[in-house]
C-alpha cells in the first residue's frame, strides 16, 4: 500500500492510502492532482533506510511545490532549509531531555 496525497492550488486536501493499480480505475472529477507520498520520509531522509519522496509526509493543510511537502510558516523568525524543506528555529532546542516551547517574542524556547 502506498499514501496518496490531493494537492490543489498547492495545498494538501487530504491523504489516503490506496494501491498504485487503484488509480487505473479511480476516476476523481474534483480539482486537483494526487501525488504519491511516504510515511517514513522526514526531512528527506527515509527512517526505513529506503528511497525518501518528496522530502516530508504531508497532512491535510500542508503545502506541496511541486517538489515537497512543506507545513505553513509559523513563526516569523524561523527560516526554511531547502533540503529537508522544515522550518528552522534560529535557537536549537535544548537537548537534555525536558520539554520545550518556543517563545516567539523572545526568540527563545521556554520549559514547558
Not at 3 to 8: D, F, G, N, P, S
Not at 20 to 28: A, L, M, P, R
Amino acid at each position: 500500500m502506498a499514501h496518496w496525497a490531493k494537492v490543489k492550488d498547492g495545498i494538501v486536501q487530504q491523504v489516503i492510502v490506496a494501491e498504485e493499480d487503484f488509480f487505473n480505475t479511480f476516476v476523481d472529477n474534483t480539482p486537483g492532482e494526487w501525488v504519491q507520498c511516504s510515511y517514513n520520509t522526514i526531512g528527506g531522509q527515509h527512517t526505513l533506510g529506503g528511497t525518501p519522496l518528496r522530502k516530508n509526509f504531508p497532512s491535510e493543510g500542508h503545502l506541496y511545490d511541486g517538489v515537497g511537502f512543506y507545513e505553513k510558516k509559523y513563526y516569523d523568525s524561523w527560516t526554511f532549509n531547502n533540503t529537508t524543506y522544515l522550518w528552522e528555529p534560529p535557537v536549537a532546542r535544548p537537548d537534555d531531555g525536558k520539554m520545550y516551547k518556543w517563545n516567539e517574542s523572545t526568540t527563545s524556547w521556554d520549559e514547558d
